[in-house]
């Protein structure tokens, strides 16, 4: 089945940048759209952004001057870089693959184990 | 933004119970709908996409519905292994956004 893994420091300082992994298996990064969505601790979900295979990103724009999505197809796995973090970044972060109908992105499925990062110095 | 709008935002019921919970768009998304379960600690688990289709493996005793700006997930007989908070997310518009969760407690 497929499986997620994320990976990254699990402790950043503030204003330096946040980076991490997520490994893909059972399914080729190829197909489908693949995201981040972080959870603040006692928070809701809030949807970081996702990529396609193209390189193709959406972001959400109350991050989107922080946040650089990647993918590399060699090692089927896609990355998340977000710089110039604050306290308010905490969060655990999960990766998940995005499904999509029609060419229209819809609902997040499997999602990875999550990692939470910690802002602090 | 499409801001989701859960109610109520937690509710205690006892094991058996049919439950329904709600969520409201601020605009309307067609059945571009989801719902997520969410265990304390745990991964969120995909219910139901597109406003009313069960997702592989998921009991059918869950049920989702609606159109438009108000949805529903209804739990028909409510087990142990429910008690958990429910969030809904709307893929209408780009950003993807959830709700703010309903936690359903026991009773």
């Known amino acids: 089945q497929v499986q997620l893994q994320e990976s990254g420091p699990g402790l950043v300082k503030p204003s330096e940048t946040l980076s991490l992994t997520c490994t893909v298996s059972?399914?080729?990064?190829?197909?489908?759209?693949w995201s981040w969505v972080r959870q603040a601790p006692g928070k809701g979900l809030e949807c970081v952004g996702y990529?396609?295979?193209?390189?193709?990103?959406n972001y959400n724009p109350s991050l989107k001057s922080r946040v650089t999505i990647s993918i590399d197809t060699s090692k089927n796995q896609f990355s998340l870089n977000l710089n110039s973090v604050t306290a308010a970044d905490t969060a655990v972060y999960y990766c998940?693959?995005?499904?999509?109908?029609?060419?229209?992105?819809?609902?997040?499925?499997?999602w990875g184990q999550g990692t939470l990062v910690a802002v602090s110095s | 933004d499409i801001q989701m709008t859960q109610s109520p935002s937690s509710l205690s019921a006892s094991v058996g119970d049919r439950v329904t919970l709600t969520c409201r768009t601020s605009?309307?998304?067609?059945?571009?709908l989801n719902w997520y379960q969410q265990k304390p600690g745990k991964v969120p688990k995909l219910l139901i996409y597109a406003a009313s289709s069960l997702q592989s493996g998921v009991p059918s005793r869950f049920s989702g519905s609606g159109s438009g700006t108000d949805f529903t997930l209804t739990i028909s007989s409510l087990q142990p292994e429910d008690f958990a908070t429910y969030y809904c997310?709307?893929?209408?518009?780009?950003?993807?956004?959830f709700g703010g969760g309903t936690k359903v407690e026991i009773k």
């Open positions: 997310q709307q893929s209408y518009l780009t950003p993807l956004t």
């Open positions: 998940a693959r995005l499904r999509a109908v029609a060419g229209s992105v819809g609902w997040f499925d499997p």
């Open positions: 059972g399914d080729s990064i190829r197909s489908n759209y």
């Open positions: 605009q309307s998304i067609s059945t571009y």
């Open positions: 990529i396609y295979n193209t390189g193709t990103t």
